[in-house]
């Protein structure tokens, strides 16, 4: 029998499916509310939280976004950080944890019928006009070394009708905006599970995009490659072009009008219709 969306989540429940030795996972926690969950993950970093830890919430009232943008949490939606300590992973590929998280999401999303897509590098598009679902915000925790946070925000139940477009004017929607019925206990564990089984893949090769084939699927899905773009750069600099590629540490290759490439390591992307 399927889960009411209102249904509180249930952690003991979630620990049995998730949580050595029936899933990946060292310790899974469930809260009815809190500011953030990234934020309370990271200070259970700097304490000796264990490596994949997790921590689900109900509803956010401070929900994070990139760039300290707040990121509207209504109830009714999934909710999560993960802690991961990717020890034997190079620094520079650790922003893969970012990408690996989209396509999790897109393996969710796609398990409940609902077309899906990604945005470089946060955003989960849902539904044929491509619509903001999901939102990703990786944070390397200060003073703690190989330490990363990786939070997900998923729209499940159906928005409010005041809810309000994401940065670059992206509409917001959800599964169940897009037809979707879904059970929500259902979806965290699938969407955990997803990310736990690509993480896993992803670290045993030393968190290499390729060797894991990480980097083919993300392109597969990617929305943003082979796409007119405009990237909105700290300082108020603008980069217009076509994405063409994702390098091997994650960033967006674009060429400029004036056929050179540039690689973008963090900016806001929005897709411009086609000339």
Same mark, same amino acid.
């Given at each position: 029998? @399927?889960?009411?969306?209102?249904?509180?989540?249930?952690?003991?429940? *979630? +620990? @049995?499916?998730?949580?050595?030795?029936?899933?990946?996972?060292?310790?899974?926690?469930?809260?009815?509310?809190?500011?953030?969950?990234?934020?309370?993950?990271?200070? @259970?970093?700097?304490?000796?939280?264990?490596?994949?830890?997790? *921590?689900?919430?109900?509803?956010?009232?401070?929900? &994070?976004?990139? +760039?300290?943008?707040?990121?509207?949490?209504?109830?009714?939606?999934?909710?999560?950080?993960?802690?991961?300590? /990717?020890? =034997?992973? /190079?620094?520079?590929?650790?922003?893969? *944890?970012?990408?690996?998280?989209?396509?999790?999401?897109?393996?969710?999303?796609?398990?409940?019928?609902?077309?899906?897509?990604?945005?470089?590098?946060?955003?989960?598009?849902?539904?044929?006009?491509?619509?903001?679902?999901?939102?990703?915000?990786?944070?390397?925790?200060?003073?703690? $070394?190989? $330490?990363?946070?990786?939070?997900?925000? *998923?729209?499940?139940?159906?928005?409010?009708?005041?809810?309000?477009?994401?940065?670059?004017?992206?509409? /917001?929607?959800?599964?169940?905006?897009?037809?979707?019925?879904? =059970?929500?206990?259902?979806?965290?564990?699938?969407?955990?599970?997803?990310?736990?089984?690509?993480?896993?893949?992803?670290?045993?090769?030393?968190?290499?995009?390729?060797?894991?084939?990480?980097?083919?699927?993300?392109?597969?899905?990617?929305?943003?490659?082979?796409?007119?773009?405009?990237?909105?750069?700290?300082?108020?600099? &603008?980069?217009?072009?076509?994405?063409?590629?994702?390098? @091997?540490?994650?960033?967006?290759?674009? +060429?400029?009008? =004036?056929?050179? =490439?540039?690689?973008?390591?963090?900016?806001?992307?929005?897709?411009?219709? /086609?000339?």
């Amino acid at each position: 029998m @399927a889960t009411p969306l209102d249904a509180p989540l249930d952690a003991a429940a *979630l +620990r @049995a499916r998730l949580v050595e030795p029936h899933g990946v996972y060292s310790a899974l926690d469930v809260v009815a509310s809190t500011r953030s969950t990234n934020a309370d993950l990271a200070k @259970a970093a700097v304490a000796g939280a264990a490596d994949r830890t997790v *921590l689900l919430a109900e509803e956010q009232s401070a929900g &994070q976004g990139r +760039r300290g943008r707040s990121w509207s949490s209504p109830p009714g939606g999934l909710y999560l950080s993960v802690l991961f300590r /990717p020890t =034997d992973v /190079p620094a520079q590929r650790l922003p893969w *944890l970012n990408l690996l998280a989209g396509v999790a999401l897109v393996r969710v999303a796609r398990s409940v019928g609902v077309e899906a897509s990604l945005k470089w590098p946060n955003d989960l598009l849902l539904g044929p006009d491509g619509r903001k679902g999901a939102g990703i915000l990786s944070e390397i925790t200060a003073g703690v $070394a190989q $330490a990363v946070v990786v939070g997900i925000g *998923l729209n499940v139940g159906k928005l409010p009708d005041d809810i309000q477009p994401a940065p670059g004017g992206l509409e /917001p929607t959800s599964l169940a905006d897009e037809g979707a019925e879904a =059970d929500r206990f259902e979806l965290a564990v699938k969407l955990l599970s997803e990310l736990g089984s690509l993480e896993k893949a992803w670290r045993e090769t030393g968190g290499d995009p390729f060797a894991s084939g990480l980097h083919e699927e993300y392109q597969q899905h990617s929305a943003t490659v082979g796409r007119r773009v405009r990237v909105e750069l700290a300082g108020g600099m &603008q980069l217009q072009g076509t994405a063409q590629r994702i390098e @091997a540490d994650g960033t967006l290759v674009v +060429r400029g009008p =004036d056929g050179a =490439d540039h690689g973008v390591s963090a900016g806001d992307v929005v897709h411009l219709r /086609p000339a």
